[in-house]
């Protein structure tokens, strides 16, 4: 009995090259996460100032809502500004959040470190690293993320040696 199979050669080959491209350049998309263009000053220089501006991305829009309406009692700081700019920030960060889903916290005050997504891309970090004086808190980006300010958050640019190729 003779098999009858499909002969794909060059075209597979060519298929695979083409889904091999496509999700490497997916997978260093992800890492990318700069600020949006439309980014208002007024939450480079309010939130900025205390800490990275982190990506509105990071947090689902619901959660961003949260953090803000409690600004009195931001992570044991008193955050509050002024209404115009709070105006301008909460919608800036309600455009641009994330969908409900892995970038939600859940928790009050929403943190972007309890996110799904935060978790399973740290999942290698060993934990007492947190607790390391050069990074203090999963709060603080730049302490591994060399490009963090500039929305970098590729493993392969790790500030501290130890990360790099787990």
């Known amino acids: 009995m003779r098999r009858h ?3 794909l050669g060059p075209l597979w080959h060519g298929l ?3 889904g091999l491209c496509l999700g490497l350049l997916g997978s260093a998309r992800a890492d990318r996460l700069p600020l949006p263009p439309d980014t208002p000053a007024a939450y480079r220089a309010e939130c900025g100032s205390c800490h990275l501006a ?7 829009s619901n959660d961003w809502k949260q953090l803000l309406a409690r600004l009195e009692h931001h992570f044991a700081s008193d955050a509050r500004i002024e209404t115009p700019a709070l105006r301008e920030i909460l919608a800036f960060l309600t455009r ?4 409900d889903g892995p970038r939600s916290a859940g928790g009050i005050p929403p943190r972007i470190s309890r ?3 935060f978790e399973r891309k740290h999942r290698k970090v060993p934990a007492g690293l947190w607790q390391d004086p050069r ?3 999963p709060a603080n980006c730049e302490a ?4 963090a300010a500039d929305g970098r958050y590729s493993e392969h ?4 040696p130890e990360l790099r190729r787990r």
């Open 157 to 160: 640019d790790l500030a501290l």
């Open 135 to 137: 990074v203090a808190s």
């Open 16 to 18: 695979a090259a083409a």
């Open 115 to 117: 996110t799904a997504y």
């Open 54 to 60: 982190y990506p509105p991305g990071l947090l689902a």
């Open 144 to 147: 591994c993320h060399r490009g």
């Open 96 to 99: 641009h959040g994330a969908a």
């Open 5 to 7: 199979c499909l002969h």
